[in-house]
């Protein structure tokens, strides 16, 4: 197996790579890949985007990580703000990072590309507070995110127009170590 090299990630030159890493690791649709690529095309241009990569020697994308700043109005934070408020923790919505995707390739996972890859974007972020969403499961994911000190900031709860339930999650910054 090659090693992997973490590098900053030109999302905007590496949609079609990004996209097809979600879609082996998330398991998407045609469908869900092709939306996917038009969320990704956009968030490439958000300011503050902080965007990591693992790759392998022949510069294949082998997993990312992205976020920004929280953005009031969003489509995201619009959606959240409820069940973070019913929680009693809308006040996290302040100020907060907003850690979009994590995905690493299935061929390449279990070897600290997916906890190397959400650190380093996470060491670069301003803000005192992440947030992010994650399937409510108890999946390799939720797992890596407790051990970085993320907490459940809400119960499950669907997006608009999804089936799957979802938990806020989020950590204070520096994440620890
Ligand atoms: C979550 C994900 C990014 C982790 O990537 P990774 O490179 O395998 O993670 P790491 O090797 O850094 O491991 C991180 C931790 O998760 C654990 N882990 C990873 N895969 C696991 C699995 N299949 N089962 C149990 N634990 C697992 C590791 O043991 C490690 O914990 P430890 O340090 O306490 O031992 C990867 O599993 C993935 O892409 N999953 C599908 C997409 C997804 O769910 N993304 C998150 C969206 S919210």
Request: hydrophobic share 40%.
């Amino acid at each position: 197996m090659t090693p992997a090299r973490i590098a900053p990630l030109d999302l905007s030159d590496r949609v079609t790579d990004a996209v097809a890493v979600m879609a082996a690791a998330f398991g998407l649709s045609t469908r869900d890949s092709r939306e996917r690529g038009v969320i990704f095309d956009r968030h490439a241009q958000r300011p503050g985007l902080v965007a990591y990569g693992a790759f392998d020697t022949g510069d294949r994308l082998t997993g990312f990580c992205y976020g920004f700043p929280g953005q009031d109005g969003g489509w995201w934070a619009n959606q959240i703000e409820p069940h973070l408020a019913a929680a009693g923790h809308a006040d996290w919505l302040r100020d907060a990072f907003e850690l979009t995707e994590l995905h690493v390739h299935p061929d390449h996972q279990r070897r600290g590309l997916g906890r190397t890859l959400i650190t380093t974007v996470c060491g670069e972020a301003t803000e005192p507070r992440v947030l992010l969403s994650a399937k409510a499961g108890e999946t390799p994911a939720r797992h890596l995110y407790r051990t970085l000190g993320f907490v459940d900031l809400t119960g499950p709860f669907r997006f608009v127009g999804f089936d799957t339930p979802y938990r806020v999650m989020g950590a204070s910054l520096p994440l620890p170590g």
